[in-house]
């Protein structure tokens, strides 16, 4: 039974509008980069991000994340103007063919998320490096006011699964998240939202703890994002690959429902929000 601490309301103002995360939401994922782990997400022109977008909000997308800079493990380096000059198409394309669209930013570059916000009304800000990458991107944030995706990772893309080593791996990741939600209340940032990092700087065992213990993450008050979307930790354990890992993403993501996430952030919509319904209506028995 999901106790009633983990289904507390949490809502975050995105472009004036209220939305309650205590009904999960779901994130669909745009990666405009030609080097993503999962080839079938990747999109490079115009007409397959009409055609990507469109199919993500007909299945229920709440959500589109949009990243132009792949933080696989070992990721080339992209530049600044690299990653704007990829992302600045696309973003205008939605704006116009789908301004109702609630658009995440996917960067920890403060000069990307200030342009993305300010010249296309992104809603979101979604961090993999909670502010470790870029000084700056705190102030942005709090400048800008949008809901800001805060995720535990330790070094870089490039280095973070040689940072793998903890003494008390969940112990390790509170304190994380404990310091910068603090620094983030003394900024007057609102709306903040937690993600546990899944496949960044963790083995595939501490990625099953982490998940294991999903709930306890309830004690920041904060809502939570679930990112397991075909990745590693799935398709490893399968021994399989991202190809043939959506029956064991669809898996994991019910198991993070009943552990309290409210943001699920996958590749396939129409799957995860099947669970999401799913779920739901369990729910109502509890």
Not at 214 to 231: A, H, Q, T, W, Y
Request: hydrophobic share 40%.
């Amino acid at each position: 039974m999901v106790q009633s601490s983990l289904i507390k309301p949490h809502f975050i103002n995105c472009k004036g509008r209220l939305i309650d995360l205590s009904v999960p939401k779901v994130m669909g994922i745009l990666n405009v980069t030609p080097d993503s782990f999962y080839s079938i997400s990747r999109v490079s022109d115009k007409e397959q991000v009409k055609q990507k977008v469109a199919a993500m909000l007909t299945n229920g997308a709440d959500f589109i994340d949009v990243g132009a800079y792949s933080t696989r493990p070992g990721a080339d380096f992209v530049s600044e103007d690299e990653e704007w000059n990829r992302v600045e198409p696309v973003l205008n394309l939605i704006q116009k063919e789908f301004p109702e669209a609630l658009i995440s930013i996917d960067t920890y570059r403060s000069s990307v998320a200030q342009r993305a916000v300010s010249n296309f009304g992104v809603a979101l800000i979604n961090d993999i490096s909670a502010g470790n990458l870029d000084a700056k991107m705190f102030e942005t944030v709090a400048h800008l006011n949008v809901p800001y995706i805060i995720m535990h990772m330790i070094g870089t893309p490039q280095n973070m699964q040689q940072n793998v080593k903890y003494r008390h791996l969940m112990q390790e990741v509170f304190t994380y998240f404990a310091e910068k939600i603090e620094r983030l209340k003394k900024m007057q940032v609102p709306d903040v939202i937690i993600d546990p990092g899944f496949g960044f700087s963790k083995t595939l065992e501490q990625n099953y703890e982490i998940l294991s213990k999903l709930d306890e993450f309830v004690i920041f008050e904060r809502p939570v994002l679930v990112g397991v979307s075909r990745k590693t930790m799935i398709y490893k354990q399968l021994n399989t690959d991202p190809e043939r890992a959506l029956n064991g993403t669809t898996v994991l993501n019910t198991l993070a429902l009943t552990k309290g996430a409210n943001i699920l952030r996958v590749h396939d919509v129409k799957e995860a929000k099947e669970a999401v319904e799913l779920y739901l209506k369990t729910k109502q028995f509890s």
